[in-house]
């Protein structure tokens, strides 16, 4: 799995994706999310999806 955001500037900063899975993402200095670990463990797989499925951007990209 390769998680990524996209366009990562139009992150409405709600940290969502956060509370859903800190393993994978963080807030930058300008409250944008963005990805800390691109090739989580499957393990991950449903907090990345509950995260991409929160997303009020929809921006969270999961590719297989």
């Known amino acids: 799995m390769k998680v ?3 366009p990562r500037d139009e992150c409405l900063g709600d940290a969502i994706c ?3 899975c800190p393993e994978v993402f963080a807030m ?3 409250d944008l999310a963005y990805v800390t670990n691109e090739s989580p463990d499957e393990s991950l797989r449903e907090a990345v999806q509950n995260a991409a499925d929160e997303c009020p951007a929809e921006i969270i ?3 297989d």
């Open 61 to 63: 990209i999961i590719e």
């Open 4 to 6: 990524r955001i996209e």
């Open 18 to 20: 956060c509370d859903e």
């Open 28 to 30: 930058d200095d300008d």
